[in-house]
């Protein structure tokens, strides 16, 4: 167990390096959500100069709302490259090397993938407290919430890992995957609460919402901590999370299975 | 010399389309990805707009999804000079080798290898689409005059911002890897999503004069509305911006070349 956890914490220390080399790139990081955040707010100003409510949502609640999504984004986000370096293994024949290492490919990717959204942690958490203070919003303090937050956050990654490497691996049989994946996004876009929450949306798409995996990712998170309140509504959102982790999990898995079979390369 | 490079740019055409082409089903996915899209921000803007009054500062839902459409124009010229965002990669993997060492400008051959003429068509077919499906349901009449201009300011709009775009990826050669300040600069393009001449006049100012993103989205949308106050000032003020990022564009170009280095390959 040891080994096994010292072999994938390297790949992962490995990345945060990388990560932080080149210091331009790390001051337009930390400048990056200032300004997002700065468009968002400027936007849903002249919005509530013509309203008081966007469905049950007051000014103030809207920015919380936005502030945890943007957070969110942050840690989540860097995980969408994922499709791309399971497209770029399979097509330009990497996989070879995984293949012949004592390593499991999908552990291995998710471990690499994990670099990222703890720099943006650090990086994060501060200008979400930031943020927080300077619009007045709440910061929540229950530890019991918070551990829920970060349980469902941590569903929240999960589920678009599975979705990021279930796109990667249909390269076996596509070759091409790029328009499928964007095409996926765009409706992910929409579905996980994160361009508008998804109770504002028209009714017949908050129903659609329901049957799809992607509100678990932004909008269940975002709203657990907004709402800053435990009840059955949190625990049916909870178990909705943990049972699309298990459907996706399952067909990752044979996806993975049934394409691996079809892999073919000259070898290296 | 401009038939040499006329030949060429045809050829990395053909060769861009060819490429894009090869993968038939990503082909069409990617046109319903353009609509889908759009059809999302479109869906942003109905659900705000059924929480307030009948307009937002002026812009009513008809003009909101012309907006929303203009993007994928503005989407379709940048994506004929992908290749400059390409630059900070080829330049810290010392790629930029293979271009000097040509017979021909390093910079054209930059940016005609990564043209996306498919990509380009797709966002372009997906926008007349958009633009006269809106035209036509909701009885909006354009000139012709307006068309043009409308066209006219948006290309001079995205060949500023490509300069500045290209200017970020130049300082590659000074600072190493600078992608997440290309990012940053991209972000701001968000603001072409938005009427800016709703937001405060200091960022007002700051999307017409520094980073243009008003030449690329609400201004054109005005003129093709017919509603803008002044499409000759649009347009100067379009032209001035591109000169200066013309020249400084030159100049770093040069500085820049003089500064790279690499073990060859």
């Known amino acids: 167990m040891g080994r096994w956890l010292r072999c994938y914490f390297g790949v992962l220390r490995t990345r945060l390096k990388t990560l932080s080399h080149f210091r331009a790139n790390v001051i337009a990081w930390i400048l990056y959500s200032p300004l997002q955040l700065g468009i968002i707010f400027l936007l849903w100003r002249i919005i509530y100069h013509n309203t008081d409510r966007v469905g049950s949502f007051g000014f103030q609640d809207m920015m919380l709302y936005y502030l945890v999504v943007h957070f969110l984004r942050r840690i989540v986000e860097p995980v969408q490259t994922v499709n791309y370096e399971v497209w770029t293994d399979i097509n330009q024949g990497n996989l070879d090397v995984y ?63 599975l979705i990021q490497f279930i796109i990667g691996s249909l390269t076996f049989w596509f070759e091409r995957i790029f328009g499928i994946r964007d095409m996926i996004f765009s409706v992910f876009m929409l579905f996980s609460g994160q361009l508008i929450p998804i109770s504002v949306l028209p009714r017949s798409l908050v129903t659609i919402s ?20 435990l009840g059955p509504e949190v625990a049916g959102y909870l ?30 | 010399m401009w038939r040499k490079y006329s030949r060429l740019l045809f050829r990395f055409v053909m060769i861009s389309f060819r490429d894009m082409s090869e993968f038939r089903i990503d082909f069409f996915t990617s046109i319903l990805h353009s609509l889908i899209y759009q059809a999302i921000f479109i869906v942003f803007w109905k659900s705000v707009l059924s929480f307030t009054a009948k307009d937002l500062g002026g812009w009513s839902f008809p003009d909101l999804v012309i907006l929303t459409a203009f993007t994928l124009v503005s989407n379709a010229v940048m994506q004929w000079f992908a290749g400059l965002l390409q630059l900070p990669r080829k330049v810290l993997k010392g790629e930029l080798d293979k271009y000097l060492s040509k017979p021909l400008s390093p910079l054209f051959a930059l940016v005609a290898e990564d043209m996306n003429g498919m990509a380009s068509m797709q966002a372009m077919v997906s926008a007349v689409l958009i633009l006269g499906s809106a035209c036509l349901y909701f009885g909006v009449h354009p000139t012709l005059g307006g068309i043009l201009v409308s066209l006219l300011l948006m290309v001079v709009g995205c060949v500023v911002l490509l300069l500045i775009q290209g200017w970020i990826s130049m300082l590659t050669f000074w600072w190493g890897d600078v992608s997440r300040l290309s990012s940053l600069f991209m972000l701001s393009g968000e603001f072409e999503r938005y009427p800016i001449n709703l937001f405060p006049l200091g960022v007002r100012r700051l999307l017409t004069w520094v980073i243009p993103i008003g030449a690329i989205s609400t201004y054109p949308v005005l003129v ?28 770093s170009w040069r500085k820049a070349l003089a500064r790279y280095e690499a073990f060859g390959g």
Do not use: C, H, K, N
Request: proline share 6%; charged share 10%.
């Open chain 1, 99 to 161: 293949l012949a290492r004592p390593v499991s490919f999908g552990p291995f990717v998710f471990f690499r993938s994990l670099g990222a959204p703890l720099v943006e942690i650090a990086v994060g958490l501060p200008f979400f407290l930031l943020f927080s203070w300077l619009l007045g919003l709440p910061i929540q303090r229950d530890p019991r919430l918070l551990a829920v937050f970060l349980v469902s956050v941590l569903a929240g990654f999960v589920i678009l890992f």
């Open chain 1, 210 to 229: 329901r049957y799809l995996p992607f509100e678990g990712i932004y909008f269940v998170p975002g709203t657990i901590y907004a709402q800053g309140q």
């Open chain 1, 239 to 268: 178990v909705r999370q943990l049972v699309w982790i298990a459907l996706l999990w399952s067909a990752a898995a044979l996806v993975w299975t049934r394409g691996i079979t079809r892999y073919a390369s000259q070898g290296g």
């Open chain 2, 224 to 251: 093709f509305l017919g509603r803008a106050e002044s499409a000759v000032r649009y347009l100067g003020i379009a032209a001035v911006l591109a000169l200066f990022w013309a020249v400084v564009f030159r100049f």
